[in-house]
C-alpha cells in the first residue's frame, strides 16, 4: 500500500472478502498490531470475526517503556546498588505470568501483584494499565483463549512472510517483470515445501501413535501438529487424571478445536479412539486446491497422446517435456533453490544518510521501530 491510512484498509479488507465467497470461509478471528487505522477497518469489514492485538508487539511497546521510564535515581534503591537489568526482567516475568494466566480469577490476582512490582514507577503503570483497559481481551489467555484461533496469537507469520519477499527482491528497486518473476519463484518454493509437510502428515506415522486405540482414526487424516497437541494433553490427562470441565479448562478445545484433556480420559476409560468428526476440518486440510469426486475421470487417451508425440519430438524437446511432466508428478521436488546468504565481510557495516540519500536507497529493509532501538 502506499499509505497506511484507514481508507486503504478498507479497500484491501474489501477485496478479501470477496475473495472469500462463502460463509464458512470468514475468518472467526483476526489478529493486528494496534494500528488504530486498521483496527477500525477490521471492525466495519469483519464485524463477526473476533479482534485480537499482536501479543508480541504489545509486549516489545512494553518493554520500550519500561526500559526508558523506570529508572531509580543514581541507580540505588534504599541505599543499594539496583541493576537496571534486573529490575527489568523482574517486571516483564510478572508481566508475562500475568498475561498467560487461563482464567479472569487468576487474572486479577495477578495484576494486584504486577501493581505492587511497578510501585515504583507510577508513570509506567499509568500507561500499562490505560493500555490493557483496552487490550486486555485482545491479548490475554483469560480471554482468548474461549477464542477458536488456532494458535495464532501473534502476527509472526505474515511478518516472516514479508522478510522473505524482501530477502527474494533483494533491493526496492526494480520493474514488474522482475519483481513478478522473483514473488513466483518464492511462491513455487513455499509450494512445495507446504507440500511436502502435507505428504509426511499422509504417509509417515510416529511409533507412538501406531496401534493406539486413541489415535487409530486419525494417522493420514489430520496433520502431525495436531497430533503432537492430542499427545501433549493426553500425558497432562495421565498425570493429572483429568476428567472435570472445570479442572481441565478444555482451552486445547475451545482455541483450537482438538480433543481437550477431559475428553480424552473419557475415551481411554472407555477404550474409544478420537473420531475425525471430533477434530476441527482445518487440522485436515492435507492438500491444496478443492476436492471433487467425480466418477468416471480418466487421463488415459491424454497420457497416450503424449507418449505419441514424444516420439517425434527432437531429443532436446523431450527433456524440456519430461521436466514438465516431472513438476506434475513430483510436486514435492524442485529444481530452484532459495536465494544465497549474504556473508557478512570484515568491518563495521555502513550507516545511511537517508537524508543525504534520498532517492538513492535501494535496501528492502525498513527503519527499526522504536522498541527495536531500545532493545538493541
Known sequence: ???????????????????????????????????MSLMKAVGNIFPESYAMNCYFHVQANFKQRFILDCKYPLGKKDGKEVKPRDVVKKIMRAWKSMV???????????????????????????Y?????????????????????????????????????????????????GTCWEKIHDMLVLQFT??????????????????DVTLYSGLGGHVSRY???????????????????????????????????????ATKILEEKPILLDEIHHHWHRL????????DGFSVEDELKSIQERLKKLPFQMKLEVKEVLRQLTFPETTM?????????????????????????????????????????
Open 1 to 35: 500500500m502506499t499509505h497506511e491510512k484507514e481508507e486503504n484498509f478498507v479497500w484491501d479488507l474489501k477485496m478479501l472478502r470477496k475473495l472469500l465467497t462463502l460463509k464458512m470461509n470468514m475468518p472467526k478471528v483476526i489478529v493486528t498490531d494496534r494500528d
Open 100 to 126: 498467560e494466566l487461563p482464567t479472569q480469577e487468576l487474572y486479577a490476582n495477578a495484576l494486584v501483584e504486577f501493581q505492587d512490582a511497578c510501585s515504583d514507577f507510577p508513570l509506567f503503570l499509568n
Open 128 to 176: 500499562v494499565m490505560t493500555t490493557l483497559k483496552e487490550v486486555k481481551e485482545k491479548i490475554v489467555r483469560a480471554w482468548t483463549d474461549h477464542v477458536l484461533h488456532l494458535g495464532c496469537r501473534t502476527t509472526k507469520r505474515v511478518e516472516s512472510a514479508h522478510a522473505l519477499v524482501k530477502k527474494y527482491l533483494d533491493n526496492s528497486v526494480g520493474d514488474l
Open 193 to 210: 515445501a507446504i507440500q511436502t509437510t502435507f505428504g509426511q502428515s499422509v504417509t509417515v506415522l510416529e511409533h507412538r501413535f501406531k
Open 226 to 264: 495436531a497430533l503432537d497437541n492430542i499427545a501433549l494433553e493426553e500425558s497432562r490427562c495421565r498425570e493429572t487424571l483429568c476428567m472435570d470441565k472445570e479442572i481441565c479448562g478444555c482451552v486445547q478445545r475451545t482455541s483450537y478445536g482438538l480433543s481437550c484433556a477431559c475428553e480424552i
Open 287 to 294: 492438500r491444496m486446491g478443492e476436492e471433487s469426486n467425480v
Open 336 to 376: 530452484m533453490s532459495p536465494p544465497p546468504r549474504k556473508v557478512p565481510t570484515k568491518g563495521a557495516k555502513k550507516k545511511v544518510d537517508i537524508v543525504s540519500s534520498k532517492g538513492k536507497i535501494t535496501s528492502t529493509s525498513r527503519i527499526p521501530s522504536s522498541w527495536e532501538v531500545v532493545d538493541s
